[in-house]
């Protein structure tokens, strides 16, 4: 590829709103979070078909993916983490319409190019873990035919752990532009590839034998790297990506730093939520099976119900960060009421379901337990919606507002908020865990006390963050990024 297959080069803004439109509203975060909430959808779904499918093979089988794959993420969500950090990073470059845009333009390819970088050299870790998996799942003592399937299925998942590192990176010039729609198309396809994949490497068909755990963790896999790869194409056929890859495609250490140092963070800080709240269920399983049962029918229907909001924190992490960037204080402003106020009334929405129609929201998990289980399941997890709608109020200020922290680029306080309040939370919770059925509504009030710590934390640090430059002022990008 040489400069004269180019086109011309120009200034025109990556990120130039549509005239007379207010480019930090709330129809601009629709128009980026749609399509986002659209591709958390198609991830639950991919989740969902794995397991459902396995579970119809071998339910031995399905209880090998899920205890491998949490010790897979355990391993992969740090560095995959990490490189989401490319993401406000690229926004606050794309708000930054004051400065030549080739020139920004350089920028935002060279940080996609160090992202591809970094996933290099994490993948010679990737194969080591594949191949101590035999040996990680033997020592927890599980029975030698469970154990292998567990292996298979962690070494194979390993394989995709690279590309799951290059879609962060990858997809991060498109999200943190604004331009989602090829982000949701790409997840739309990959979804429709995996329940494919699934059906046929799972079960066998056309000459290809039943493959089990093994076909579940291989169209993963498979399916992770065509979505990769369909973000190669994409950038590879943008002008501006072409353009300025030409002097910005070579490795720096000193941008890797600026990814990793607070991309690592943001990992160390999922890893312990996912921790805290393996633990928290761990207690409630030996507290009572049926409570375990009516927990995950509650938690599976919050967890649905909240799949937008994710989506519109993401979507929180691009216009806050490019706000700051771009027009200081006011922008800002502008654009976190806009956020919290979507936040905040499917939020209400939301609650309001899991109050006052708990039958209606749980009637999908009846539909597939007995009459017997049912009734003895679905009232008890009635009730624990009530907990789950508290415990959504902090959780959606937590999203939110860390969202809004990782546009401005601070990361460590998020870390903190969770380490904080997890340290509190676990401790009071074994501390005064009470014995028998009861210990199941104190771990649910201690998860909901635990989010609504976080949520306390995080918005004393975003009215400092708010605090720290003026109405004139804009966000203060570190140094080397900005060189």
Not at 173 to 189: D, E, L
Not at 277 to 304: C, D, H, N, R, W
Not at 390 to 415: H, Q, S
Request: hydrophobic share 55%; aromatic share 10%; net charge neutral.
């Amino acid at each position: 590829m040489s400069e004269q297959d180019l086109p011309p080069e120009d200034d025109t803004p990556l990120n130039q709103p549509e005239q007379g439109r207010d480019p930090f509203g709330i129809p601009a975060y629709l128009q980026i979070a749609v399509p986002l909430v659209i591709s958390v959808a198609c991830f639950s779904l991919t989740l969902f078909t794995d397991r459902t499918l396995l579970l119809w093979f071998n339910p031995v089988s399905s209880g090998a993916s899920v205890a491998a794959g949490n010790l897979y993420w355990m391993f992969a969500c740090v560095p995959v983490s990490a490189l989401g950090f490319v993401t406000p990073l690229i926004a606050q470059l794309a708000g930054r319409l004051s400065e030549p845009q080739p020139i920004v333009q350089r920028k935002i390819a060279h940080l996609v190019w160090q992202s591809v970088w970094i996933t290099a050299a994490f993948m010679p870790l990737f194969a080591l873990l594949a191949m101590a998996g035999p040996f990680l799942f033997s020592s927890f003592g599980h029975a030698e035919s469970l154990a292998q399937e567990e292996a298979a299925y962690f070494g194979i998942l390993l394989a995709a752990a690279p590309a799951s590192m290059l879609e962060a990176g990858l997809s991060a010039y498109f999200v943190g532009q604004r331009t989602t729609r090829p982000i949701m198309q790409t997840n739309f396809a990959t979804a429709g590839l995996n329940v494919l994949l699934d059906f046929w490497l799972i079960f066998g068909a056309f000459g290809v034998p039943a493959l089990g755990v093994q076909g579940a963790a291989l169209a993963t896999t498979l399916s992770v790297w065509f979505k990769a790869a369909v973000y190669g194409v994409l950038l590879s056929r943008d002008a501006h990506f072409r353009r300025a890859s030409l002097a910005a495609w070579r490795p720096e250490l000193a941008r890797m730093r600026e990814i990793l140092q607070p991309g690592f963070t943001l990992g160390l800080q999922q890893l312990t939520r996912s921790f805290v709240f393996s633990a928290i269920l761990l207690k409630i399983g030996a507290a009572t099976v049926t409570g375990l049962a009516a927990t995950s029918a509650a938690l599976s229907v919050y967890q649905l119900l909240a799949i937008p909001l994710i989506g519109l924190s993401s979507a929180v992490t691009v216009l806050v960060g490019q706000a700051a960037a771009q027009n200081g204080r006011s922008a800002v402003k502008v654009s976190l009421r806009s956020g919290m106020l979507l936040g905040a009334g499917y939020a209400a929405t939301i609650i309001a379901g899991m109050l006052f129609a708990p039958g209606l929201l749980l009637s999908l998990s009846a539909s597939g337990m007995s009459p017997a289980e049912a009734e003895e399941v679905i009232p008890l997890a009635s009730r624990l919606l009530a907990f789950a709608a508290v415990y959504c109020l902090g959780e959606t200020i937590v999203l939110l507002v860390a969202a809004a922290l990782k546009g401005f680029g601070k990361t460590f306080v998020i870390l903190a908020a969770t380490v904080v309040a997890s340290l509190l939370g676990v401790s009071l919770g074994y501390a005064w865990e009470p014995a028998g059925f009861a210990a199941l509504f104190w771990w649910w009030t201690v998860m909901a006390g635990w989010a609504g710590t976080q949520a306390v934390i995080l918005l004393l640090a975003l009215r400092r963050s708010l605090s720290q430059f003026q109405e004139s002022e804009q966000l203060v990008i570190p140094d080397r990024l900005a060189a």
